[in-house]
């Protein structure tokens, strides 16, 4: 028996005429009547009696018609399923994110997404970037969003929002009230900074920046997230390097500078495993490129 089997039949049942039952079916009626007649012969029924002028449902037939039905709207949903999935609005979608993220373009991404492909599930953890590298390598999320840059050949990165960072002062340390900060300013400075292993690029940046200048920084003491510096700034353990966002969230026992004509940047990039071919995933790129495109033409 073949799905065309059960449409066949279910037509027929509908118009209880063979000849308006073809006409529905696109097809002339002698096929369609022998294609009855062997679907007949396998189940070992009758489905319909049949006189030269009138067709109606045997017992058999009138107790197939439902499951007939519920057959073919099944296979119609599976089918329904299988297209959306391969469009990407179907499926799973497991996101990895650094803390930072859900204070800057995350929110605005997730939100947009589900909107538009409310049946696609997204799972959201939070994790470091470098055990984001992980969960892609082993393919147990399939977006990450993270500090780069990133070293292996697997994964394929492209940034998604690039800002400044300031320092952020407890409200009581002397330079807090400066209007403008030099690299001078800082030569004794005690730094609070996120370590190196989870944002490489601000930690180098940083470094650099002061090296320049002819000498290092006093870092006395690394943090594994920025909303943690913030907290040991509050504490008076020193001055922190910070997404200048911060200043939105974190301001009641800090204030923010940026040190006057070398910018500290602020990257947040989105990392794929090149060999994953979620659709879904691929919806979700589109999705966040488009998000990104809107933000950088928005009026400041």
């Given at each position: 028996?073949?799905?065309?089997?059960?449409?066949?039949?279910?037509?027929?049942?509908?118009?209880?005429?063979?000849?308006?039952?073809?006409?529905?079916?696109?097809?002339?009626?002698?096929?369609?009547?022998?294609?009855?007649?062997?679907?007949?012969?396998?189940?070992?029924?009758?489905?319909?009696?049949?006189?030269?002028?009138?067709?109606?449902?045997?017992?058999?037939?009138?107790?197939?018609?439902?499951?007939?039905?519920?057959?073919?709207?099944?296979?119609?949903?599976?089918?329904?399923?299988?297209?959306?999935?391969?469009?990407?609005?179907?499926?799973?979608?497991?996101?990895?994110?650094?803390?930072?993220?859900?204070?800057?373009i995350l929110p605005e991404?997730?939100?947009?997404?589900?909107?538009?492909?409310?049946?696609?599930?997204?799972?959201?953890?939070?994790?470091?970037?470098?055990d984001q590298v992980d969960?892609?390598?082993?393919?147990?999320?399939?977006?990450?969003?993270?500090?780069?840059?990133?070293?292996?050949?697997?994964?394929?990165?492209?940034?998604?929002?690039?800002?400044?960072?300031?320092?952020?002062?407890?409200?009581?340390?002397?330079?807090?009230?400066?209007?403008?900060?030099?690299?001078?300013?800082?030569?004794?400075?005690?730094?609070?900074?996120?370590?190196?292993?989870?944002?490489?690029?601000?930690?180098?940046?940083?470094?650099?920046?002061?090296?320049?200048?002819?000498?290092?920084?006093?870092?006395?003491?690394?943090?594994?997230?920025?909303?943690?510096?913030?907290?040991?700034?509050?504490?008076?353990?020193?001055?922190?390097?910070?997404?200048?966002?911060?200043?939105?969230?974190?301001?009641?026992?800090?204030?923010?500078?940026?040190?006057?004509?070398?910018?500290?940047?602020?990257?947040?990039?989105?990392?794929?495993?090149?060999?994953?071919?979620?659709?879904?995933?691929?919806?979700?790129?589109?999705?966040?490129?488009?998000?990104?495109?809107?933000?950088?033409?928005?009026?400041?």
């Amino acid at each position: 028996m073949e799905l065309r089997h059960l449409t066949y039949f279910v037509t027929v049942a509908e118009e209880l005429h063979f000849g308006r039952a073809a006409a529905r079916l696109q097809m002339t009626q002698p096929p369609l009547s022998k294609q009855i007649q062997q679907l007949e012969e396998e189940m070992g029924v009758k489905l319909f009696r049949r006189t030269k002028r009138h067709v109606e449902l045997t017992t058999a037939g009138e107790f197939f018609l439902p499951e007939a039905r519920q057959v073919l709207a099944q296979m119609q949903q599976a089918l329904d399923t299988a297209q959306k999935a391969q469009r990407g609005e179907f499926g799973r979608l497991v996101i990895g994110f650094v803390g930072s993220a859900t204070y800057d373009i995350l929110p605005e991404i997730i939100r947009e997404y589900r909107r538009q492909f409310p049946d696609v599930s997204v799972i959201l953890h939070e994790l470091s970037t470098p055990d984001q590298v992980d969960a892609l390598l082993d393919g147990r999320i399939d977006m990450g969003l993270l500090h780069p840059p990133i070293s292996s050949s697997l994964i394929a990165t492209e940034p998604v929002q690039t800002g400044v960072c300031a320092l952020s002062f407890p409200k009581n340390h002397p330079l807090a009230g400066k209007d403008k900060l030099t690299i001078e300013d800082l030569r004794d400075v005690p730094f609070i900074v996120v370590s190196r292993e989870i944002w490489p690029g601000l930690y180098d940046e940083f470094l650099s920046l002061f090296q320049d200048a002819g000498f290092t920084p006093r870092i006395v003491q690394e943090a594994t997230e920025y909303q943690m510096v913030v907290g040991l700034v509050s504490a008076g353990i020193g001055v922190g390097v910070v997404p200048a966002t911060a200043e939105k969230l974190f301001n009641l026992e800090a204030v923010y500078r940026q040190i006057d004509g070398a910018p500290l940047h602020a990257v947040l990039s989105m990392a794929r495993l090149k060999k994953n071919s979620n659709p879904a995933l691929d919806q979700f790129i589109t999705l966040t490129r488009r998000v990104r495109q809107l933000n950088s033409e928005s009026p400041v």
